[in-house]
C-alpha cells in the first residue's frame, strides 16, 4: 500500500460517490482526485444483453417445438425464432433448460464427471429469461456504475468476475441436480464489497451508523429472497462472501488522522497514511479468501457433497413451508 498526498478542501459539507453526506474536515479528497469513467459495468450490461439475444436465437422455440415435446405454445410467436418457451416451462420469459445447458450453464455433472470446469464461468453470463435479465441489469447498474466511478474499472472488474467464479463454486458444492445460471453471485460480491468498504474506510464517513444500517437492511432483503424455492441462494453467498474479502483487499483508502484532520491550516498539503487496522484487515482477508477458494475447490473437484459436511447449510438456500417444499439437492 502507498501512501498519498491529500488536501484539505475546506469546511463545506460535499456528497462522496457512495451517496453520503460526507464533511471536508473529515473525508480528505486526495489531491487532485476525480472519478473514473464507468465504461466496464455498461461493457458488461451490453455483453449481458448481446448473450441472451444470441442464447433467444439459438433456442428457436417454433422450430424446437416441433422437434421435442413442449408444455404449450411458445410465446411472443410474432418474434418468431426469438419467441419464448411456454410459460409452463419457463415464467421468466426465456429459453428452454436444455439451450442454456448447451451454451455454459452451470451443472455439477458437467463441471465434475465431464471436466467443464468453464461453466463456473460462463454460466454468469446467461440468463434464464427477460425478467430474470432485467433485474440483474439494473441492479448492475445502481450498484456497479457508482463503484466504477469511485475505484476504477480494474478493481471493480476483479469483484464482479471472482465474485461471480466463486458463487458458482459453493453452488455446485450444494446443488446437484439442477442447473443454475446468472450474474447474482457477482452482484452479490458488489454489495459485500460495499460493506468492506464502509468498515475499513470508516473514518472518512459521516452518519456512519446510518449508511450500515441501510447497506444491512439492503443485503438483509436480498439474501432473505435467496430462501424461496428455485433461487440458487448458495450462488448469492459465495459471492458476498468473496466480494466482502475483497473489499478489504482492493478498496481501502489512505486516510488522516482525527487530529491532523482538524488541526492544519486550509489548503495544507498533508501525508494520509494507510491504517494499522487496514493492514490487518488486508493480511486476514486475503489468507481466508485463498484458503477458502483452495479449499471450495478441492473438495468440489474430488467429487464431494457440500451437504455431507454441513447437514443444516440447505435450509440456506430453501426454507420448507406449506406453501412449498424444497428437494435438498435441487
Known amino acids: 500500500m502507498e501512501e498519498d498526498d491529500v488536501e484539505n478542501r475546506g469546511g463545506r459539507a460535499k456528497r462522496n460517490s457512495n451517496g453520503f453526506n460526507v464533511a471536508s474536515s473529515t473525508y480528505m479528497m486526495e489531491d487532485g482526485e476525480s472519478k473514473w469513467t464507468s465504461w466496464l459495468v455498461p461493457m458488461f450490461v451490453v455483453a449481458n444483453i448481446a448473450v441472451f439475444i ?26 418468431g425464432r426469438f419467441s419464448f418457451q411456454p410459460l409452463r416451462e419457463n415464467p421468466l420469459f426465456g429459453p428452454s433448460s436444455s439451450t442454456l445447458l448447451k451454451l455454459g450453464a452451470l451443472e455439477w455433472s458437467k463441471v465434475v464427471v465431464n471436466h467443464q470446469g468453464w461453466r463456473l464461468i460462463t454460466c454468469i453470463w446467461l440468463h434464464a429469461g427477460v425478467i430474470h435479465l432485467l433485474a440483474n441489469m439494473l441492479s448492475l447498474v445502481f450498484i456497479g456504475i457508482r463503484l466504477e466511478q469511485q475505484f476504477g474499472f480494474v478493481r471493480i472488474g476483479i469483484l464482479y468476475l ?41 473514518a472518512i464517513y459521516t452518519n456512519k451508523a446510518s449508511a450500515l444500517l441501510t447497506l444491512l437492511v ?60 487496514q493492514y490487518v484487515l488486508w493480511v486476514a482477508s486475503m489468507v481466508l479468501l485463498l484458503a477458502g477458494l483452495g479449499v471450495a475447490l478441492t473438495v468440489l473437484f474430488r467429487r464431494e457433497d457440500g451437504n455431507k459436511y454441513c447437514s443444516w447449510c440447505h435450509y440456506l438456500s430453501c426454507v420448507p413451508t406449506s406453501r412449498w417444499e424444497c428437494d435438498r439437492n435441487n
Request: with cysteine; net charge positive; hydrophobic share 45%.
Open 162 to 202: 471472482l465474485s461471480g467464479f466463486s458463487g458458482s463454486v459453493l453452488s455446485s458444492l450444494f446443488i446437484r441436480n439442477s442447473i443454475s445460471v446468472g450474474a447474482s453471485g457477482a452482484l452479490f460480491g458488489l454489495l459485500g464489497a460495499m460493506l468492506s468498504e464502509l468498515i475499513t474506510n470508516w
Open 218 to 277: 439492503i443485503i438483509a432483503i436480498n439474501l432473505a429472497i435467496g430462501i424461496l424455492p428455485h433461487v440458487d441462494n448458495f450462488a448469492h453467498i459465495g459471492g458476498f462472501l468473496t466480494g466482502f474479502l475483497l473489499g478489504f483487499v482492493l478498496l481501502p483508502r489512505p486516510q488522516l488522522g482525527w487530529f491532523e484532520s482538524r488541526n492544519v491550516p486550509v489548503g495544507t498539503r498533508l501525508k494520509s497514511k494507510y491504517k494499522p487496522y
Open 54 to 79: 444470441i442464447v433467444m436465437y439459438l433456442n428457436d422455440c417454433p422450430k424446437n417445438s416441433r422437434t421435442r415435446p413442449v408444455s404449450g405454445p411458445c410465446v411472443a410467436r410474432f418474434l
